[in-house]
């Protein structure tokens, strides 16, 4: 959040992981975790080596985590968020597609009007989909 402006968003979480998030995997140092109860709902991470020194830096545009090299003596990128500009919050609008061409990104509505009409689909109900408080 930049204020109260929100910046970017990342994809749901699939129960291991934050979808679009491949660095997140189940046999990285890093142990991430939902917490959804009747009083909250977190998420939270923790460092499941001893040896590894991590940090996360966050700014107005930018959540970066960094791991130290102990070969090279500095911080390597581990992750930064949002990858892509594609990642900016809202950038297409609701139902938005973002094409990445090169370094240059488009935004493109996936509405279905023509001719000022609006063709409307049925909503169906997913069953294996799970809501956050079912984990």
């Known amino acids: 959040m930049n204020g109260s402006e929100k910046v970017f968003r990342i994809g749901p979480w699939n129960g291991l992981h934050f979808s679009a998030l491949p660095e997140q995997v189940s046999n990285s140092f890093i142990h991430y975790e939902i917490v959804s109860n009747d009083d909250d709902i977190f998420y939270s991470y923790s460092i499941e080596i001893n040896t590894v020194i ?36 809202g950038l297409c609008g609701p139902y938005g ?23 409307r689909r049925k909503v169906q109900k997913m069953t294996v989909v799970k809501n956050p408080g079912e984990f």
Do not use: A
């Open 54 to 89: 991590s940090k996360v830096v966050v700014d107005q545009t930018k959540q970066r985590r960094y791991v130290w090299d102990e070969q090279e003596h500095n911080w390597r990128t581990y992750v930064t968020l949002p990858k892509d500009f594609c990642d900016t919050y």
């Open 97 to 119: 597609n973002c094409i990445m061409t090169q370094q240059q990104s488009t935004g493109k509505s996936l509405n279905t009007s023509t001719k000022g009409t609006t063709q």
